[in-house]
């Protein structure tokens, strides 16, 4: 079925709603459709099998071949077509890309996430920062993380600074988003009643215990707090253990999105031990 082509010419409704999901998390929200620009997002919400509502694109210049075939095959209902500067003004990139793309938001249900012997999920609460959010989703994604899951009131899942720090990430890893820690607790029974035993490891820097010393090849759910306030109280009562990463010099703890990252490859270099 060929896409309906809407031919912007001015900052008219359709522009000024492609403008509004890109800068409003309100309207993200409220739509259930959000904003991406560049060739490896694209190329991986195609991928992944993501719903693509719309293409944007500018009309008076020359597409490049991946814009051409993407434009050809990638089923969108419709192609806005619109003046270079309007395209400018839309990227959020100083070199705008040459095609941006409104993708529907999947559903925030846990079954999304896959189950299986080697679980590995991790819980990231209340997060603040874009960056750090798009960072761990990052690392997810390239150390073996079955999938995430975002609690509490958090930095905005899709928006755009979030995105563009996943590099792509963010589609190839099923990501939540849930209330609180209440939700989840049917969840890990069913987990436990499944797997038979699932550790649930809360990470502080004022643990005992080390990372190194623990033994992270059962299936492991693990917690990260807020980058201010670290794990809740509630999280903490859930914790089976909780562990540390011993650091050195005078820095007195590391960036979530860091810490996060060194403890899914200590995990993955353990679990890689026993294959």
Same mark, same amino acid.
């Not at 997810?140 to 899951?149: H, P, R, T």
């Not at 792509?168 to 099923?174: C, I």
């Given at each position: 079925m060929k896409p309906k082509v809407v031919r912007i010419y001015s900052e008219n409704n359709d522009f000024q709603y492609i403008e509004t999901l890109r800068r409003k998390r309100e309207k993200r929200q409220k739509q259930k459709e959000f904003f991406i620009e560049g060739v490896r997002p694209i190329n991986q919400a195609i991928q992944y099998n993501w719903t693509i509502n719309a293409f944007v694109y500018a009309r008076d210049k020359e597409l490049s071949d991946w814009a051409k075939n993407i434009l050809a095959?990638?089923?969108?209902?419709?192609?806005?077509?619109?003046?270079?500067? @309007?395209?400018?003004?839309?990227?959020?990139? /100083?070199?705008?890309?040459? =095609?941006? %793309? *409104?993708?529907?938001?999947?559903?925030?249900?846990?079954?999304?996430?896959?189950?299986?012997?080697?679980?590995?999920?991790?819980?990231?609460?209340?997060?603040?920062?874009?960056?750090?959010?798009?960072?761990?989703?990052?690392?997810?994604?390239?150390?073996?993380?079955?999938?995430?899951?975002?609690?509490?009131?958090?930095?905005? @899942?899709?928006?755009?600074?979030?995105?563009? /720090?996943?590099?792509?990430? =963010?589609? %190839? *890893?099923?990501?939540?988003?849930m209330p609180s820690h209440k939700e989840l607790l049917p969840w890990f029974e069913m987990m436990q009643t499944r797997l038979g035993a699932v550790q649930i490891v809360g990470s502080s820097e004022k643990a005992e215990k080390e990372i190194s010393a623990h033994d992270f090849t059962p299936p492991t759910v693990l917690l990260v707090g807020n980058e201010t306030w670290g794990l809740s109280a509630s999280y903490q009562e859930l914790c089976d253990v909780t562990v540390k990463i011993p650091i050195h010099g005078s820095a007195s703890s590391l960036n979530v999105a860091c810490a996060t990252s060194i403890m899914l490859y200590e995990i993955d270099r353990q679990r890689r031990k026993i294959r």
């Open positions: 095959r990638a089923p969108a209902k419709t192609h806005f077509e619109v003046p270079l500067p @309007l395209l400018e003004k839309l990227s959020n990139k /100083a070199e705008p890309s040459e =095609l941006l %793309a *409104l993708v529907a938001m999947p559903e925030d249900i846990l079954s999304r996430i896959p189950i299986g012997e080697d679980m590995l999920v991790v819980v990231f609460d209340r997060p603040a920062s874009p960056g750090n959010l798009g960072t761990i989703i990052r690392s997810c994604d390239a150390l073996k993380v079955a999938g995430m899951i975002i609690t509490g009131h958090a930095v905005d @899942l899709y928006d755009p600074e979030t995105i563009s /720090a996943t590099t792509g990430s =963010l589609f %190839a *890893l099923p990501v939540i988003r």
